[in-house]
């Protein structure tokens, strides 16, 4: 499971350091794809798998068959050099944004990868305890 919030440079290849607490779930060799809200998402291969399991339970619909075509369009397998370093493709880094100042933020089964300013836009929790009532219907209770 991922978590935790890490801070990072892009170099000017596009290479960047995977945070260490990171590592060893995320392994030597993973897939990285667009995400949600701007960012990217890093899954580990077995992760990414029960993920592709879903997308092809979809229905045939249209919004399906996009939604799998903008997860599996992106999707890069990256490797981590023994500096800990990945090569973020060039265009995963411009769909997200990714410049100088880059996020890492582990959420459950994947990591986020989000440019600092648009972490810093996206992550307002003004409205948390609203969305915290509403998950009940989901079985969740704080």
């Known amino acids: 499971m991922f978590m935790g919030e890490f801070n ?3 170099d000017a290849k596009g290479r960047i350091i995977i945070p260490s607490k ?16 701007g960012c990217l998402f890093a899954y580990p291969y077995s992760e990414w798998q029960l993920f592709v399991d879903k997308l092809k339970t979809l229905p045939g619909t249209k919004e399906a068959r996009q939604l799998q075509r903008y997860f599996m369009a992106g999707a890069a397998a990256c490797e981590v050099d023994k500096q800990g370093r990945i090569l973020i493709p060039a265009k995963l880094r411009e769909n ?18 989000w440019s600092k300013e648009r972490w810093d836009s996206n992550n307002d929790y003004d409205d948390v305890d609203a969305i915290a009532e509403r998950m009940s219907d989901y079985g969740i209770s704080f």
Do not use: M, S, W, Y
């Open 22 to 37: 990171f590592r060893e779930d995320l392994g030597d060799e993973f897939v990285l794809t667009l995400g949600l809200d």
């Open 96 to 113: 997200a944004g990714l410049e100088k100042d880059v996020v890492f933020v582990g959420v459950l089964n994947k990591i986020e990868i």
């Open 8 to 10: 990072h440079t892009i």
